[in-house]
């Protein structure tokens, strides 16, 4: 069974959940999603698309959402350690245009539940980062959306002291700031 540990992170529906993991003398095991114990957590919505990307030391991926297709993420890191960032883009809550970050890594095993209406991104403290998720909603190339990750007014306190240079995609780079939203 998965018996899950949830830390909260004042910001309403993002979870930090920590399965248990059961170790033995050939390694280890744990269940990384189950459908009903996720969903009495706050887990609601249906997973319909699992990704899977690699990055070396200092690649920052984001921040991204979908506009009109908003995806809801359970993420988690499956090698290496990660530092991942969700911002609250939802214009209804009281913690609007708020950030919070977490360490994820293989040792820690911790996920991250990022619900629709946030921005995601991390950046790869380690030689190589093996990033899973899970995704409420399709992938759609046409309704993407993002804000540029070193925004002023966002200010996430990326730990780009534990890398040597920050990796960007071209594509990333020109995302517009949190200002810029419409
Ligand atoms: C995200 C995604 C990309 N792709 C393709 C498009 C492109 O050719 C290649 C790389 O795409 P990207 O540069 O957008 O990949 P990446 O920068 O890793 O994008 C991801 O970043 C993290 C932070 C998220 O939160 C994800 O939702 C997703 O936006 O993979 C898919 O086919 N399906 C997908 O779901």
């Known amino acids: ?90 214009k209804n809550s009281s913690t609007y245009g708020k950030w919070f970050g977490v360490y994820l890594s293989g040792d820690n095993h911790k996920q991250f539940y990022i619900p629709e209406g946030f921005a995601h991104g991390f950046l790869s403290l380690s030689d190589e980062v093996i990033f899973g998720y899970k995704c409420t909603d399709y992938y759609r190339p046409d309704d993407e959306g993002g804000v540029v990750w070193n925004d002023p007014d966002l200010a996430i306190d990326w730990p780009i002291h534990e890398v040597n240079e920050v990796i960007v995609s071209e594509k990333d780079k020109l995302l517009p700031k949190f200002r810029e939203l419409g």
Not at 9 to 26: K, M, N, Q, W
């Open 1 to 90: 069974m998965a018996k899950l540990r949830l830390e909260q992170t004042g910001i309403e529906g993002l979870l930090i959940i920590e399965p248990t993991v059961y170790g033995d003398a050939r390694g280890s095991f744990m269940e990384t999603y189950r459908y009903e114990e996720y969903f009495n957590i706050g887990v609601t919505k249906r997973f319909v698309q699992d990704n899977q990307s690699v990055s070396k030391k200092g690649v920052l991926r984001g921040l991204h959402f979908q506009k009109n297709h908003p995806q809801g993420k359970l993420v988690r890191v499956i090698k290496g350690t990660a530092y991942d960032v969700a911002v609250d883009l939802r």
